[in-house]
Every structure is written in structure tokens, then in C-alpha cells.
């Protein structure tokens, strides 16, 4: 049996990046917010602008989102003419989701406004010191994942 002390709530890992998280994402809601996206949907649309026609499962991946969640931010993405699922050539089983011009338009819409928030938070921060912070949590997801 370990004699291991539980840390105090403010300093747990969790609770930090869920505080920190927030943090962020309150400096860019309102523009998601604005265009009836929610961070997810914009996670989704964000992924197809960088890489296109990716099938499902990848997307979850990329995305971090599971496959419930996924399915259903796809269908309304679709609804609203954002995204298009396609059956992939030679599996009638598995099809790759797209964006469509729509949805290109309404990226090209947000992302100056996404990055103005990126250079406050840059600029609040201090560019190294973010830097320092990614390195940081891929060097912690890479060993926790370990």
C-alpha cells in the first residue's frame, strides 16, 4: 500500500488543463459562437481544411472526438451544407467526409479572427514560453502514453 499523499485540488493535472483549457477557449468561442459552431464542429471543419476526404475513423482520431459525438456533429455539419460523407472507391462500407465550398467559405470567415486570438495569446505569453508549453504537453502525452 503506498503512503502516497494526494496533491492539493489546485495543483492537480487534471483540474490545470481544464482550467487552462477554458482559459483559451473563452477567447475563442465568441467567434464560434457567432457562426453557431461549437468548438467540436470548428475541430472537425479545421481538419478537412487541412486534409480532405478523411474517413471517419481517422477524423475521430484527429479530432479527438468519439465516434457518437463525431456522427452526430457530421450529420449537422451536413444539414448545414458544411461537409459531404462520400463512399470511399472499392468499400461501399466505408465512406470519407469532405468539406464542401460552404463550408471553405465559412472557414476562410473565421480563421483570421482564430489566429488574431492565437497572436493575443502569443503576445500575452510570450511566443518562446508558448513554444516551451507544446513541446511540454506532446513530451507529456508521449510518455503518459508510453
Given amino acids: 500500500m503506498s503512503n502516497a499523499k494526494l496533491r492539493g485540488f489546485n495543483r492537480s493535472l487534471p ?82 467526409i469532405f468539406i464542401t465550398d460552404e463550408g471553405v467559405k465559412l472557414f476562410n470567415v473565421i480563421a483570421p479572427k482564430s489566429a488574431e486570438r492565437y497572436e493575443h495569446i502569443t503576445k500575452k505569453f510570450g511566443p518562446g514560453k508558448l513554444e516551451l508549453l507544446y513541446e511540454l504537453l506532446d513530451e507529456l502525452i508521449e510518455k503518459i502514453d508510453e
Avoid: T
Wanted: proline letters at 2%.
Fill in 15 to 96: 483540474m490545470s488543463l481544464l482550467k487552462a483549457r477554458e482559459a483559451v477557449m473563452k477567447k475563442f468561442a465568441p467567434s464560434l459562437k457567432e457562426h453557431n459552431l461549437s468548438a467540436q464542429q470548428w475541430r472537425v471543419i479545421r481538419a478537412l481544411k487541412e486534409e480532405d476526404g478523411l474517413d471517419i475513423s481517422e477524423l475521430s482520431e484527429r479530432c479527438y472526438l468519439l465516434m457518437p459525438s463525431l456522427s452526430r456533429i457530421i450529420q449537422n455539419l451536413e444539414a448545414r451544407q458544411l461537409v459531404n460523407r462520400q463512399l470511399v472507391a472499392g468499400d461501399q462500407r466505408r465512406s470519407a
